[in-house]
């Protein structure tokens, strides 16, 4: 019998503060972000995908009024407007490759700092990893104030998951979210991957997201012609 065909729409993502879930594992990198100043009006914010570095990041931009850009998205005649104002670059490691960005990445931190502004930086591992060929900006990059986002506890991997569903529009089961919790492999990409696919069986299968559906997408039960493989 032929499956009804599923399509992956975009989930609407809700990064407001108060949709932020505060837990011991990123209770400093809050508390970081909600100061009134770091130490030389810097800092740098670590810690895997999807741990809640972006989010974070939104949530400084809209308390500070700053900006936010991609570091490989930085354009040379932009930095001077940028520098008008708080600055947060994501995502720094992605240009290790690019010394020309890097170029301009130097140049709007030290312009940044000159007038007085605060500038955020992300990047998945600690700034001594990020390994940037274009020595004054790895120093500058290290000399920065590190918070890193620690690994999911229970209570913050039970948030994420709840936050991902919500953000799909979903409703799962009472008892799903502690399934998952309890069996899956505690990162966040794995958090976001397992509710992507429970999203996409229960469109084809036209059924509610439950313990069983979620025990099948963990076991690798499901069909391929409904995962797309």
């Excluded at 594992?25 to 670590?46: E, H, Q, R, T």
């Excluded at 039970?158 to 409703?171: E, H, I, S, T």
């Excluded at 036209?206 to 995962?227: F, M, P, Q």
Aim: aromatic share 4%; glycine share 6%; hydrophobic share 50%.
């Amino acid at each position: 019998m032929a499956k009804q065909l599923s399509f992956d729409l975009p989930a609407m993502t809700a990064l407001g503060r108060e949709d932020f879930f505060v837990s011991p594992a990123n209770a400093l990198a809050v508390a970081m972000i909600s100061a009134n100043s770091w130490p030389g009006n810097k800092l740098v914010l670590s810690g895997p995908a999807g741990s809640g570095k972006t989010h974070l990041a939104h949530v400084w931009a809209a308390e500070t009024g700053g900006r936010i850009v991609q570091a490989a998205d930085l354009k040379h005649e932009d930095v001077p407007a940028l520098a008008q104002g708080p600055v947060a670059v994501e995502d720094i490691p992605m240009i290790a490759g690019d010394i020309e960005q890097q170029k301009t990445l130097f140049h709007l931190h030290n312009l940044v700092l000159a007038e007085g502004h605060a500038l955020l930086m992300t990047g998945r591992l600690a700034p001594k990893y990020w390994e940037l060929p274009l020595a004054d900006l790895q120093s500058r990059v290290e000399g920065a104030h590190h918070v890193a986002l620690d690994p999911p506890d229970d209570a913050l991997l039970c948030a994420v998951l709840a936050k991902l569903f919500v953000d799909r529009q979903l409703n799962p089961g009472p008892d799903v979210i502690a399934y998952l919790v309890k069996h899956m492999d505690r990162r966040f990409e794995t958090a976001a991957d397992v509710v992507a696919q429970l999203d996409q069986v229960a469109l084809a299968e036209k059924r509610e997201i439950t313990r069983t559906l979620a025990v099948r997408v963990l076991n690798n039960e499901i069909d391929t012609a409904v995962s797309g493989d």
